[in-house]
C-alpha cells in the first residue's frame, strides 16, 4: 500500500498561493506572488531531492497541474528536478480536462478524487505525492486520505492568499525537521488520525 504525501511550502500565516513567482497564481487580487524565492538553498534542495527519492507517482489538481506543465518540460536538461517531473507518472484530478494530457506520463483520474486516491493508495509502490493543488489537498484531507505533510515553512507572513489548512482539521506528529540557512524550516508531518 502506498502514502500519499503533500509536499508544499507555506508561509508562518499558512499562505501557499503562488510561491514561485509574481504571476504564478493573481486569483483574487494575490499580489504577493514569487514569496519563496529568496529563500532557497543547498539544505532545502536537499531536503527536495530526498523527497523526490521515495516518490512513485505525482498527484495534482487542474491548476497546479496546468502551471507545472507550461514550466517544467522546456527547462533545461541540468536541472536536477526537470527529469524527474518529466519521467514520473503523474495523476491528475480535474473535471475539466480531457484525454489525452499534454504532458508526457500523465493520466486523468476517473470519478470523484476522493475514490480515485484512495484506490490509489491501495496499489503497492513508493509514494503519491501532491505538489502545491491546496483545493485538492484540503478536500483529500476531508476524507482522511492524506498520510504526510512535508511543509517548507518559509519565515515570512503575508496577510493574505489561499491558505493550505483554511477550514481544515488535522492532528500531526513532526517526525523530522532540518533548518535551512535562509530560516525555512523543513518539517515533516504524520498524519496521527487521518484528516478530516
Request: with cysteine.
Amino acid at each position: 500500500m502506498c502514502r500519499i504525501v503533500v509536499v508544499n511550502s507555506v508561509t508562518l500565516d499558512g499562505v501557499t498561493q503562488a510561491p514561485g513567482h509574481p504571476d504564478e497564481d493573481r486569483r483574487d487580487g494575490f499580489a504577493h506572488g514569487g514569496w519563496a524565492a529568496p529563500y532557497g538553498d543547498s539544505v532545502f534542495a536537499e531536503a527536495m531531492a530526498k523527497s523526490m527519492s521515495t516518490t512513485g507517482a505525482l498527484l495534482f489538481g487542474r491548476r497546479t497541474y496546468e502551471h507545472f506543465h507550461a514550466v517544467w518540460p522546456n527547462q533545461p536538461e541540468p536541472n536536477p528536478f526537470t527529469d524527474v517531473l518529466n519521467r514520473t507518472r503523474k495523476y491528475v484530478a480535474s473535471r475539466t480536462l480531457t484525454e489525452p494530457l499534454p504532458w508526457q506520463n500523465s493520466t486523468l483520474l476517473a470519478g470523484e478524487a476522493a475514490d480515485a486516491v484512495r484506490a490509489l493508495k491501495q496499489q503497492p509502490g513508493k509514494d503519491v505525492v501532491i505538489l502545491g493543488s491546496g483545493a485538492l489537498v484540503r478536500s483529500l484531507m476531508a476524507h482522511g486520505l492524506i498520510d504526510e505533510f512535508l511543509l517548507a515553512i518559509h519565515p515570512v507572513v503575508l496577510g493574505s492568499g489561499q491558505r493550505l489548512f483554511d477550514g481544515s482539521m488535522a492532528s500531526l506528529r513532526l517526525t523530522e525537521s532540518v533548518t535551512t540557512t535562509t530560516g525555512v524550516v523543513v518539517a515533516t508531518y504524520r498524519s496521527e488520525e487521518g484528516t478530516r
